[in-house]
């Protein structure tokens, strides 16, 4: 008896590792790390894939009053911006893709940008900030 | 001149090159090496388009880092040659060994923070420190025969050309 109570928790213990939302490029889940590798748009990666603490980022804004928007941006046709997509986030890939594309700029050029240009600018501005440094994201795991 | 400066910009065009064919080899790539790479490294590019908007080709990182090594390993070359041959080592003022160092630094310290070996923001800071520092000196030390090669091979090479003395002569007679 015993012994089958042990294996339906082995089997339970295996199933988490089975059906265990991956989120190596989930959108939709709100998931607490997030991995950026995108070798479907890529290919082969150069450098290793950065690591992006999902939820720290959403806590950090928002105690500085920015909201989703401060990353996840839309085009707004009509007035020809960047507006902030408050409501209707998306993923990077969405938009962006290898190389850049009439405005829009290229996938890594679009992360490096945002990701950068906002830790940079959070540092001037002496808050909590992020690397700005090419290991510093791209860390060998 | 014009033939002086392009014998001597292709490997053993010149007779001072034949007679070392070794050196001839890891000079040539050095050189072409110490430029390339810097400028067409991924990285590099990556900040070039955050400051200025500017973006070039890109070596891929793997190419990179080998030239990199080459380019170590050239300048242990030298620094060895500089030691164990005679006439060189005659030559050899300690300035020689600090530009060697100059050169090298940048490299060894890219190396070794693109590898994470060591801890990596130093490394970094050292790599950027040391790559500055070399970019102060070339105008400064021999190392300004980057851009002034041409000029100097012109003047020896009109000096030491056997048809440019006879034309001399002739004008002069």
Known sequence: MNNRVYFIFFLAWIGCFLFHPGGQHGVEAQEETYYIAHEEVFGKLQRPPVTLPHNLHMESLEQDGDGCGACHHLYDADRGALVPADGEETGCTECHGRTKEGNIVGLENAYHGSCNRCHRTRIKQKNASGPTTCGGCHKKQ | ?173
């Open chain 2, 1 to 173: 001149m014009v033939r002086s400066i392009l014998s001597w910009l292709v490997p053993f065009g010149s007779g001072t090159m034949r007679k070392n064919p070794a050196l001839t080899l890891v000079s040539f790539f050095f050189h072409g090496f110490v430029i390339l790479t810097p400028v067409f490294l991924h990285a590099h590019n990556v900040l070039w388009y955050e400051s200025w908007g500017i973006q070039w080709w890109s070596l891929p990182e793997g190419t990179a880092d080998l030239l990199t090594v080459f380019v170590i390993a050239a300048c242990g070359f030298f620094l060895i040659r500089r030691i164990m041959v005679p006439e060189v080592r005659e030559v050899t003022k300690p300035s020689d060994f600090a530009l060697l160092a100059l050169v090298v630094l940048p490299f060894v310290f890219g190396f070794l923070a693109y590898h994470g070996w060591g801890p990596y923001r130093p490394m970094l800071i050292l790599h950027v420190l040391s790559g500055e520092v070399l970019l102060v000196v070339i105008p400064f030390s021999r190392l300004g025969h980057m851009l002034l090669f041409a000029f100097g091979r012109a003047q020896i090479g009109r000096e030491i050309a056997p048809s440019a003395g006879v034309l001399r002569q002739r004008s002069h007679g």
